[in-house]
């Protein structure tokens, strides 16, 4: 193999600092197609602890690719999706024939870097930022053979969701899913795992038909009632095959507007299952003709729920029981909501990143004058982190900050970041704990989105957490989107289809 392909490989294993142990579990086995390639250096010098680590990779690599030879042959697909998330959490893809797929997955797919750092500008991609230089370039899509998977609604078609890289070999350091991995690598090394799952408010609507100057969206299902339920049938059906269970579906508050819950899962899993869901969702929509929207337009809330827990890193006990009472966060799980409550200024900014989902936060302040604040309550749905124990799940918070736009990698990484922080500073919230959430007055959440981006902008934890390189360029994109703000209703229909 050559050293270019050497380099790529270890660049994304590159973001998991050297000194930290072996992950365990799921997100050991997600490493597997990393460790594949590694092991197909041999212009690299290894100790004995490496080419222990370097046989052992190599094994789990050929065996891996072994049985999905094997399932590519027993149900005869021909197409291999390498799908990537962009910054927007919408999939980025290259299909290949099958015949290239060994090929591809040891060496990796080119894929313009562009596409992964789109805006959401319909009349100009490309934001005015010092890494635009690159803007161009192309990126190397390394697969995780972990996520292999058949789509029931793609015919003979399966897809592996990759990571990005450099062609010289460097992580693409605006890539959420390597930055979820980091922050996942590093709870796991101070022997902690996450429990999470996400929760989300989407529209179906139907075909559209003109009535007059107007243009109508019938909706798929109804407040009281579901209108077409072979079609969520079939989405549920799909999903649980592909890996993402769907716990619950339910109408919701607007025409057309259903909640979907996802089982948890540990690890980059269920930000896995959450990026499948939005994918999914609406390829199927389309063979139904309906749209399926995640796009958070005014008058309209979308949520973007992240029920999560933390336990050891095993994944055997639930760290946020405290054994006391049932609906009491233990020490760590104080401390972590602590951090969650401390950084929910720029988390605000991570997790509702549209103009349009800030809406919903807006619509709350009558007073221009009056603050936002960032709450915390148990059982109580108001507050921005909920503290729940009920429906048959351990002891867990619901993080509330998020539309149904933001990135569900992004999301879980800038939970992660905010919880550590708070458990490393030993942060203490006991006096805000013993107040109701309408009491509480310490966490100011900016209501426009510019100056959610100056809060993130100055939260040096939160930036050094995700990378100066990935904070930097959301902002940049971000502030080009304020500026090339659109009001007319056609961008609305375009991004209906996009988000």
Same mark, same amino acid.
């Given at each position: 193999m ?12 590159h ?71 962009d ?27 562009s ?12 934001v ?52 979820a ?32 100057p ?7 299902t ?14 549920v059906d ?12 339910? @109408? +919701?508050?607007?025409?057309?507007? /259903?909640?979907?819950? !996802?089982?948890?899962?540990?690890? #980059? &899993? ?5 990026f ?14 309906y ?11 979308n ?11 095993n ?20 401390k ?7 950084? @929910? +200024?720029?988390?605000?900014?991570? /997790?509702?990143?549209? !103009?349009?989902?800030?809406?919903? #936060? &807006? ?22 982190f909920?503290?729940?124990c ?25 939970t ?5 922080d ?9 006096n ?22 100056? &809060? ?41 289809y996009?988000?």
């Amino acid at each position: 193999m050559s050293m270019i392909h050497s380099r790529c490989a270890a660049a994304a294993a590159h973001l998991c600092p050297p000194t930290e142990p072996a992950l365990s579990g799921k997100q050991k086995h997600n490493t597997d197609s990393t460790l594949g390639i590694m092991s197909l250096m041999p212009d690299v010098n290894y100790d004995k602890e490496n080419k222990a680590i370097e046989f052992s990779g190599n094994l789990r690599f050929f065996s891996a690719m072994e049985q999905i030879k094997q399932q590519i042959a027993r149900e005869n697909i021909n197409f291999v999706r390498f799908e990537a998330t962009d910054l927007h959490g919408v999939s980025r893809s290259k299909t290949v024939p099958v015949r290239f797929f060994h090929e591809k997955a040891i060496y990796g797919v080119p894929m313009p870097r562009s596409y992964l750092e789109l805006t959401l500008s319909p009349k100009s991609n490309e934001v005015d930022h010092a890494s635009t230089a690159i803007f161009s370039s192309d990126v190397l899509l390394i697969p995780d053979l972990s996520t292999f998977r058949v789509l029931p609604w793609a015919e003979q078609t399966a897809r592996v969701i990759c990571d990005p890289c450099t062609v010289t070999g460097s992580p693409l350091r605006t890539s959420p899913r390597l930055i979820a991995k980091q922050l996942l690598a590093q709870l796991q090394s101070l022997g902690f795992s996450l429990h999470s799952s996400f929760t989300y408010e989407c529209c179906v609507l139907g075909a559209p038909d003109r009535i007059g100057p107007k243009t109508l969206l019938f909706p798929a299902t109804t407040l009281l009632s579901n209108h077409d339920l072979p079609f969520f049938q079939q989405l549920v059906d799909s999903m649980y095959c592909i890996g993402a269970d769907i716990d619950s579906i339910a @109408s +919701a508050s607007g025409p057309g507007q /259903m909640e979907i819950n !996802l089982r948890p899962e540990f690890g #980059i &899993a269920a930000a896995d299952s959450a990026f499948t869901l939005r994918t999914g969702i609406k390829e199927m929509a389309r063979k139904h003709s309906y749209i399926a929207s995640f796009f958070t337009d005014d008058g309209l809330y979308n949520a973007g729920v992240l029920s999560h827990s933390l336990w050891d890193a095993n994944g055997r006990r639930s760290l946020f029981q405290s054994g006391e009472k049932t609906a009491d966060l233990s020490e760590i799980g104080r401390k972590w909501l602590a951090g969650l409550l401390t950084h @929910s +200024a720029a988390l605000s900014c991570l /997790m509702s990143p549209g !103009l349009g989902c800030r809406s919903h #936060i &807006a619509r709350t302040i009558k007073d221009p004058k009056q603050m936002l604040y960032a709450t915390c309550g148990c059982n109580d749905n108001s507050s921005s982190f909920n503290i729940k124990c009920h429906g048959g799940r351990e002891t867990h918070i619901d993080n509330k900050l998020g539309s149904a736009m933001a990135n569900p990698y992004i999301v879980l990484a800038a939970t992660v970041a905010a919880g550590l922080d708070g458990i490393r500073r030993n942060l203490n919230i006991e006096n805000i704990l013993n107040k109701a959430p309408g009491q509480q007055r310490e966490f100011a959440i900016p209501v426009k989105l510019d100056n959610a981006l100056e &809060a993130l902008a100055e939260d040096h934890v939160i930036c050094n957490s995700l990378g100066e390189p990935f904070v930097q360029y959301f902002i940049a994109m971000k502030k080009f989107e304020i500026e090339t703000q659109e009001l007319d209703d056609e961008r609305n229909k375009c991004l209906e289809y996009f988000i």
